[in-house]
């Protein structure tokens, strides 16, 4: 059930912290799940949202954000001192809480984060383009494992909103993408973001791709997406799932597959992306659905929770 509940009294800032007039939120497959309640760890009641973008009101003594900067929220708390943190890779810190999930979200008019995981945002940028920061950021993350240039083929299984942003920067980089999902809606969809091969998984044959990117999240997918990977190449599996997989070691060891895991993103991650999303270039407009008033709360949810949708905003000013 979700409710929209009036906040307690605004606290006062402490040095670190920054206060956040929030604009638009994205809701995302996790925060699905947390409202089906298939999370296990998930306590309630939960603020969902961790896709927000907003403006800086007001900003703690320590903190370098002047009051008026367009921001994006970084979703993910990280220690900055286990090993991971110390080579970058804030996406497995071991401290790691995602927003929204872990700990309370930031679908809220307002909300007051410690400025570390606050990023400015070029005033330039749409907000329609902004909004997809960090969904985009986790794209950014996938396909710099697979090393896509002009010409790779490229597969991607499933269209949620993780599988037509990664189709839309294959195109970006120049690959020869073919995209594969069970609902034809989604394979029209795909199809607006440019020229895509679009296929049933029943219609995929003897084909095979120097890159599959998995973003379906389930069991037939993953199956699929290792059959479909060309001798010497990688398959990035995005989606998730709690299903166990049967794989066949002596199809990987002959063929030279990679098979490389992909978590959320980095902080140069977040930033590659919002320098992505600043060329007009890369056509993602195809991706958001729709945005619904933040008094429509429980209508957008129920857009998100229908599997008919790409990318459902909520309009929080
Ligand atoms: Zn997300
Ligand atoms: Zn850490």
Not at 116 to 131: F, G, H, N, Q, T
């Amino acid at each position: 059930m979700i409710k929209i509940r009036e906040a307690a009294q605004r606290h006062a800032l402490a040095a670190n912290d920054v206060r956040i007039k929030v604009s638009y939120g994205g809701i995302c497959g996790s925060d699905v799940r947390v409202y089906k309640g298939t999370i296990s760890y998930a306590q309630y009641p939960l603020r969902p949202g961790h896709e927000v973008i907003g403006t800086v009101v007001e900003a703690g003594e320590n903190v370098q954000l002047k009051v008026g900067t367009k921001v994006v929220v970084y979703p993910n708390t990280y220690c900055g001192e286990c090993e991971f943190c110390a080579g970058g890779k804030t996406n497995i810190c071991i401290h790691k809480k995602p927003l929204g999930v872990a700990v309370d979200g930031v679908f809220a008019q307002e909300v007051v984060l410690d400025a570390k995981y606050i990023m400015p945002v070029p005033e330039e940028l749409p907000d329609e383009r902004a909004i997809l920061i960090e969904p985009f950021a986790v794209t950014v993350h996938a396909l710099k494992k697979a090393n896509i240039t002009k010409g790779t083929t490229v597969a991607v299984i499933g269209c949620g909103t993780e599988g037509l942003l990664s189709i839309a920067l294959a195109l970006y980089q120049g690959a020869d993408v073919t995209v594969v999902d069970i609902n034809p809606v989604k394979l029209a969809l795909a199809s607006k973001l440019g020229n895509v091969q679009t296929r049933l998984p029943a219609e995929v044959k003897d084909e095979v791709f120097d890159v599959v990117i998995e973003a379906a999240g389930v069991k037939d997918a993953i199956q699929q997406a290792m059959a479909v990977v060309k001798p010497g190449g990688v398959m990035v599996p995005l989606g998730i799932t709690m299903d166990t997989v049967h794989l066949s070691p002596i199809h990987i060891v002959r063929n030279e597959i990679s098979i490389l895991g992909s978590i959320i993103y980095t902080v140069e991650d977040f930033a590659d992306a919002i320098a992505h999303l600043q060329d007009p270039a890369l056509f993602v407009e195809p991706i958001i659905s729709k945005i619904w008033a933040c008094d429509r709360y429980q209508e957008a949810f129920d857009d998100a929770l229908s599997g008919d949708y790409a990318k459902i905003i909520v309009k929080f000013d």
